[in-house]
């Protein structure tokens, strides 16, 4: 029986550990290994790491990085950043993480969702959309590079595609939302939950421990991913690597937060 996931996200930047608001402006927040300790002592259900230069720059990804971050990590790894080969991902998953996470390659070979997926199950491939609203309607456009460049692809319609090329799991990323820790973007998670049947993961806008409770209420089974709640403490941002204890996990999921 699958169940709802409390998973924080940290990004890569410059081999440290940085934030960002709406894909810009990196704010160094701390070592990767270091908050994997951290992460590990709290008990985090999951943890995505993306590697946020490697794709951009179009670099290998850093597997002495990953190796360190996996073999730190006690709990299910997803990497993503860089990966454009069945060999890479191979390689990634080989060094003990559970998933590796594509995104700008498959606007480029989504077939490599398929091929993958074949090679080491379904199960282990993520899909992370970075979306964002149109201006006019109720559509949202897919980007990669960081948020720069636009793939003119409808996000809703992309993720029934990448459904039915093998994606095990799909990550919403809403570049809207990013930082701003304003709340998800509750009407675009309702519309991909709508249109595939995989596991969906959400990300952007939690402020609060509620915001994850409102996101679990709308839909039991999701991965609720969040950075800024994880590695800043009060009105401040104060930098503080941070998780729910069980008891508050357990008011969270059960709806009880106040």
Not at 76 to 99: D, N
Not at 237 to 255: D, F, H, R
Request: glycine residues 8%; proline residues 4%; hydrophobic residues 40%.
């Amino acid at each position: 029986m699958l169940f709802p996931r409390i998973i924080p996200v940290l990004l890569v930047h410059d081999k440290g550990l940085v934030k960002t608001v709406k894909f810009r402006d990196p704010k160094y927040v701390g070592d990767p290994i270091n908050a994997v300790k951290i992460f590990n002592e709290k008990e985090a259900d999951e943890l995505i790491v993306i590697d946020i230069d490697a794709s951009a720059q179009g670099r290998e990804p850093d597997y002495k990085m990953i190796e360190n971050l996996a073999t730190e990590c006690r709990m299910p790894l997803c990497y993503g950043g860089g990966i454009k080969t069945i060999e890479q991902a191979h390689r990634i998953l080989g060094l003990g993480v559970e998933k590796v996470a594509l995104s700008s390659i498959v606007f480029e070979k989504p077939r490599l969702i398929t091929e993958l997926s074949e090679r080491v199950g379904r199960q282990s491939v993520v899909v992370v959309l970075d979306v964002k609203k149109r201006m006019f309607g109720a559509k949202y456009d897919c980007y990669t590079s960081n948020g720069k460049v636009n793939q003119k692809v409808c996000a809703f319609e992309f993720a029934q595609k990448v459904q039915e090329l093998g994606a095990g799991e799909i990550v919403i990323n809403s570049i809207d939302n990013d930082g701003v820790m304003k709340g998800y973007d509750l009407d675009l998670i309702n519309k991909v939950k709508s249109l595939v049947s995989v596991p969906v993961t959400a990300v952007g806008g939690a402020s609060n421990y509620n915001d994850i409770k409102n996101l679990v209420r709308a839909h039991p089974i999701i991965g609720a991913a969040a950075g800024s709640i994880f590695v800043f403490k009060g009105k401040y941002k104060a930098v503080l690597i941070n998780y729910p204890t069980a008891t508050e996990k357990l008011n969270i999921l059960s709806g009880t937060v106040d």
